[in-house]
């Protein structure tokens, strides 16, 4: 069996404009204020896909010496890395794989799937996911601040407070 990164399978949902439609129609029927939150060097928190290799300068080791036994040598990257063909797949299985997992329990939107929603009794939580960056509402202050909380355990993330456009 192939691995992901063994096919040419690169795909991963981005948020167009008919997913910020949704998103947007969501919050303005439930009345909810909309939040921002950016993943810092995002692509760099996802596991990489397959087996990869680079090979840092030596000339680098002047720079950072307690590092020089690593420079000029092959090392396997553990970490995605942007500029590879599968760094947004990689982070979206991330992504995606923290977010519907049981901790989380969020559902992905089948028709679009950039969109992630949770139910806890009569309240809602509405997550747009675009690459690095993400989008969110919850009709309960306590659900967005249990959603934050766990991001921010998970994920280096800044949260950005209310979304201004």
């Not at 439609?21 to 928190?45: G, M, N, S, W």
């Not at 995605?80 to 599968?86: A, H, K, P, Q, W």
């Not at 806890?120 to 939580?125: A, I, Q």
């Amino acid at each position: 069996m192939k691995t992901t990164s063994e096919t040419d399978n690169t795909w991963c949902p981005v948020a167009g404009f008919q997913a910020l439609k949704i998103f947007l129609a969501l919050a303005c029927e439930y009345k909810c204020r909309i939040y921002q939150l950016d993943h810092v060097t995002a692509f760099l928190q996802a596991e990489c896909l397959g087996r990869k290799f680079t090979i840092l300068p030596k000339e680098w080791a002047e720079i950072l010496p307690e590092f020089a036994e690593w420079f000029g040598r092959p090392l396997r990257m553990l970490k995605s890395l942007y500029g590879d063909r599968v760094a947004n797949l990689a982070w979206d299985e991330t992504q995606n794989a923290f977010l519907v997992g049981e901790e989380m329990g969020l559902k992905r939107l089948d028709s679009e799937g950039c969109i992630y929603f949770k139910d806890v009794g009569n309240d809602k939580l509405v997550v747009l996911n675009a690459v690095d960056d993400q989008l969110y509402f919850a009709t309960d202050d306590g659900l967005r601040k249990w959603f934050e909380e766990k991001t921010t355990k998970r994920f280096h993330v800044q949260l950005m407070g209310q979304a201004h456009w």
